[in-house]
């Protein structure tokens, strides 16, 4: 069996266990059978991030060079003769589109990574991410200064895949519907423009609740207003930092100035 990284047929294993449970653990861990891993390369999403990544890391230059590398991968190793050519080619279209790779010769064999799909993979977004947090971005740059608040910027990165969901109870839709009406100004895409209505809802809930932290509310009274356990807060309020962080970097790079983002990270 493979052990470690790489195909390496044997590997070593330190296991630590109180004599109370070591029989129970022994049966699970050492005489069980092993548990199903497969790779996440079959997520679209994840294909998305690996391929900007290996192009922006210089690792890979081309389609065919892109599947000369995921040939070597868990992916590959588990599934035989993988067909990845027509998806890969549809990643790096997609890739191209949002902005983040583009073709480095005229005949479009070629890839490099543009200064904007560099900063994201190297901030450790997803693509997607980053591509919500640049338009995010714009919406911000279009709106008066006086209507870019916490809430705003907040909004921003909580409507993103590498935020966390934040659970939406039935009792909590029409006050958080008007939530939304009440800060229409403040938020950075119009009620009447959102598709995944459900989901931005979430995001508007995590938004507030960050919103209410870095206006110093406790811990105490955040869980008794929104349902949400303290380390599930914990959570959002690190995500949060990480990814105003990404959109401050982002900012940079397509010349948008959000004095916002830093007072928000400076609160949270």
């Known amino acids: 069996m493979p052990a470690g990284r790489g195909w390496t047929r044997t590997g070593r294993r330190c296991w630590s266990a109180h004599r109370s449970n070591r029989e129970e653990l ?13 790779s996440q390369l079959r997520d679209r999403a994840a294909l998305r991030t690996h391929v900007l990544a290996v192009v922006a890391a210089g690792f890979a230059d081309s389609q065919a060079s892109i599947l000369d590398l995921l040939g070597e991968t868990f992916y590959a190793h588990q599934t035989p003769d993988p067909d990845l050519g027509g998806v890969v080619g549809d990643v790096i279209a997609e890739l191209i589109e949002a902005e983040l790779l583009a073709p480095a010769d005229e005949a479009g064999v070629e890839l490099t990574a543009t200064e904007l799909g560099t900063q994201v993979s190297r901030q450790y977004v997803t693509p997607e991410t980053g591509r919500r947090i640049v338009d995010g971005l714009g919406r911000i740059d279009r709106m008066a200064d006086d209507r870019v608040t916490p809430l705003t910027v907040l909004a921003v990165v909580c409507d993103t895949p590498d935020m966390d969901d934040t659970y939406l109870g039935n009792g909590e839709r029409a006050s958080l519907y008007q939530f939304a009406r009440r800060h229409d100004a403040e938020l950075p895409v119009e009620m009447d423009q959102i598709d995944a209505f459900e ?19 406790t811990v105490a009274e955040l869980v008794s207003e929104y349902r949400i356990g303290p380390g599930d807060l914990e959570s959002r309020v690190d995500r949060a930092e990480w990814l105003l962080g990404a959109a401050d970097a982002l900012a940079g790079v397509v010349g948008i100035d959000v004095p916002e983002i830093d007072r928000v990270r400076g609160a949270l």
């Open 26 to 38: 022994w049966d699970r861990y050492v005489d069980g059978e092993p548990e199903p891993v497969e």
């Open 199 to 217: 989901s931005w809802l979430e995001s508007v809930k995590t938004a507030r609740i960050l919103t209410a932290w870095t206006e110093e509310a």
